[in-house]
């Protein structure tokens, strides 16, 4: 069982996806067997540097003519929610998405309850949550061996909240092991916070956690950008990047930094895009049964949107708190440019050089 290989088809083939075919060659249980990529020049480039030959346009194309065990889906987010949708129809076994997931809530809760309704495993993408060492200081943390959890706070929840943000969001859910249920904001600027897209959008305000606990939430870099979670006796300080770990304080009175004394990852060079999708390929070859176990879920990604739309609309509504889950999933709110439509069509298209792999 264990040795079994996963066929694999990727859905977008632009700087992203061709980060995620680097990394199925690389791993020993997966093979990639199909591309869906539109654009046709690098559709030819990629498949010609990954050696795969069964190329098509779209995710329809490719599933009407094979149909894999998994499929990573690496669009722009315009394009993510009828990609599920079709690998769905398809029936294959586990589905990924990259982040964000979507722009309206009730899109994502579509794809979450078609594959739900399917039994077909559906994870999240590429995240900071998945770092072996960021897993490895939660596990820690939630067994007890800091103390009890007493505080959290999140550090520049801004620039793009629902792009870049949601990693905040989902970090911090894994560290307390807390879910978010009640999101209080205020927001600048006003331009960006009456817009519907959160490209520039700087949100200061605090969650409130299912353990208790409120956690402020800083717009800006205090001068950190991270999330910290701490006990009475210790800090764990994700940064972006392997979390440090603090316990005690030294002669000055000042926190001291210890060792974490982190395992190494099996593949450092892909670093969280190589556990985001090891934790993948493992969950959905066991089923959907133990999705639970997923690194990063589609459901991590959807709760991350939704704390960003909760809290703009609270910022926008006055600084009013707004219970989560929200009740109008008609609510959305979009990323920048560039990770709605993709490098194409935002004015940042990647040259067929760099989709070959040969402009390094
Ligand atoms: N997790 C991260 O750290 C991270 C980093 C960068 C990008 N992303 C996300 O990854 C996704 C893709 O980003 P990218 O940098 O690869 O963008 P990109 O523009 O380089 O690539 C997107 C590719 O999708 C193709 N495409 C667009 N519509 C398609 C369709 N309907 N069917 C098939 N192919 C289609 C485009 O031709 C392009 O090659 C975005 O959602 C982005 O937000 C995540």
């Not at 077909?120 to 820690?140: D, K, L, P, S, Y």
């Not at 520039?200 to 979670?229: H, K, M, W």
């Not at 069509?345 to 990647?350: E, I, K, L």
Request: glycine letters at 12%; hydrophobic letters at 45%; a negative charge.
């Amino acid at each position: 069982m264990t040795s079994e290989i996963l066929t694999v088809g990727l859905i977008g083939g632009g700087r992203m996806g061709q980060e995620y075919a680097r990394f199925y060659q690389e791993l020993p249980e997966t093979e990639l067997v199909a591309i869906a990529e539109i654009h046709p020049e690098r559709r030819k480039v990629v498949g010609a540097r990954f050696g795969v030959e069964a190329l098509f346009a779209e995710a329809t194309d490719l599933f009407a003519a094979v149909v894999p065990d998994i499929v990573s889906i690496v669009l722009p987010g315009k394009y993510i929610r009828a990609a599920v949708l079709a690998a769905v129809a398809a029936g294959v076994r586990g589905i990924s998405v990259d982040k964000p997931i979507g722009a309206v809530l009730a899109d994502v809760d579509e794809m979450v309850a078609a594959c739900a309704a399917a039994g077909i495993v559906f994870a999240g993408g590429n995240m900071q949550r998945a770092m072996t060492e960021v897993q490895q200081a939660a596990r820690r943390l939630r067994a007890g061996e800091f103390g009890p959890i007493i505080g959290a706070c999140v550090h520049r929840y801004g620039g793009e909240i629902s792009g870049g943000g949601c990693q905040h969001v989902a970090v911090l859910r894994l560290l307390t092991g807390a879910e978010i249920t009640e999101v209080v904001a205020a927001g600048a600027p006003e331009e960006a916070l009456r817009s519907n897209c959160d490209e520039g959008l700087n949100i200061s305000g605090q969650f409130r956690l299912s353990n208790g606990l409120v956690c402020p939430v800083f717009a800006a870099e205090t001068p950190y950008s991270g999330v910290d979670v701490w006990t009475a006796d210790a800090l764990v300080r994700w940064d972006w990047g392997p979390p440090q770990i603090f316990r005690g304080v030294d002669a000055s009175g000042a926190r001291r930094a210890i060792d974490a004394g982190y395992e190494p990852a099996e593949y450092p060079e892909f670093s969280y895009l190589g556990t985001t999708i090891q934790s993948f390929v493992q969950v959905a070859r066991r089923g959907v049964d133990c999705e639970g176990e997923l690194f990063v879920s589609a459901r991590d990604q959807l709760l991350s949107l939704e704390v960003a739309v909760a809290a703009k609309h609270s910022a926008l509504w006055g600084s009013l708190p707004v219970a989560l889950p929200l009740t109008d999933r008609s609510l959305c709110l979009y990323p920048r440019a560039y990770r709605w439509l993709g490098g194409d069509q935002s004015g940042v298209p990647q040259t067929l050089e760099e989709a070959a792999g040969t402009n390094t």
